[in-house]
């Protein structure tokens, strides 16, 4: 299973930014995508993540009325669209997908190559 992920930039603050991350290869079921973004001596935190049996998401309180995370399952995509960005937004953004790649197999977890976000003026 491959993570494809796009829409990182620069931007200023109480801009927006949306960010898109496709899963692809030879995934049987998905169970959620989501969010994770690492700031420079922070450890990686959850953003928002959304189940994709009933779209069921969760966000953090720091995003939460800013950030909205959707998600196509037809294209095995996730989107976060994030407005009102703060420059405590900046980080390297890291789309995480649980799928299985057979019905017999356990769902794991899987990690794109990450996304950098710089809200600065």
């Known amino acids: 299973v491959q993570l494809q992920a796009s829409g990182g930039g620069l931007v200023q603050p109480g801009g927006s930014l949306r960010l898109s991350c496709a899963a692809s290869?030879?995934?049987?079921?998905?169970?959620?995508m989501g969010w994770y973004r690492q700031a420079p001596g922070k450890q990686r935190e959850l953003v928002a993540n959304i189940i994709f049996s009933g779209g069921s998401a969760n966000y953090a309180d720091s995003v939460k009325s800013r950030f909205t995370i959707s998600r196509d399952n037809a294209k095995n995509t996730v989107y976060l669209q994030m407005n009102s960005l703060k420059a405590d937004d900046t980080a390297v953004y890291y789309c995480n997908a649980n799928a299985k790649t057979s019905r017999w197999a356990s769902y794991r977890a899987y990690w794109g190559q990450g996304t950098q976000v710089t809200v600065s003026s």
């Open positions: 290869g030879s995934i049987f079921s998905i169970n959620d």
